[in-house]
């Protein structure tokens, strides 16, 4: 009997072993999904286990919004307002969204590019030759534009941050006027999804 009771016990531990051993193999031989695995990307996959660098986010980003800028300094009055439609670029990459600024101060839409994160769009671009209208000086005022800023999405799906704007006159205008051919104004700006 006490064979028995020595042969029972070596096999139960044996027996033990060999499923904590069988548990640990399992465990390290789990499959791998790769996917986009962040929440707030387009591509969520829910299986994901492991993050392939897929995610894009779009999503939080393209749309139609109502700005209003508030710069304090040489453009006060000058830009006041810009609607935004963010949209997917034909890009290759996954990062790029074409950024269409339309406002009262300027002729017509001004097409821009932006690079966007998970939260913000970076905007930086020179548009050449732009005709601008503006209270107080004389007609036929031509500028290239500079913008450059970084707008942050915001809980409520708004945009907000600061845009460096300057103006630099082609013409001789400004220079005839105010005594110098560049303006510009650190502006801050926010805008609505719509």
Do not use: H, W
């Not at 392939?52 to 779009?58: A, I, P, Q, R, V």
């Not at 000086?137 to 600061?162: E, F, H, K």
């Amino acid at each position: 009997m006490k064979k028995f009771l020595r042969n029972f016990n070596s096999v139960l531990v044996l027996f033990f072993a060999a499923a904590f051993m069988f548990s640990i193999v399992s465990c390290g031989e789990e499959e791998e999904i790769p996917g986009c695995t962040d929440v707030d990307g387009d591509q969520y996959n829910v299986e994901a286990t492991v993050d392939n660098g897929t995610c894009t986010y779009f999503d939080r980003f393209v749309g139609t919004y109502e700005g209003t800028f508030a710069c304090p300094g040489a453009l006060m009055g000058v830009f006041v307002g810009a609607d935004l439609v963010i949209a997917e670029s034909v890009s290759a990459t996954n990062d790029v969204v074409s950024v269409t600024v339309i406002s009262p101060s300027l002729p017509g839409p001004l097409p821009l590019i932006g690079v966007i994160t998970k939260n913000d769009v970076t905007i930086t671009a020179t548009l050449p030759n732009i005709p601008l209208a503006l209270a107080g000086l004389p007609p036929g005022l031509i500028v290239n534009i500079n913008v450059s800023g970084v707008l942050v999405r915001q809980a409520d799906g708004s945009l907000s941050g600061t845009v460096m704007v300057s103006l630099q006159d082609t013409t001789g205008t400004l220079m005839l006027v105010i005594g110098t051919d560049t303006i510009g104004d650190n502006c801050p700006f926010t805008a609505v999804r719509k």
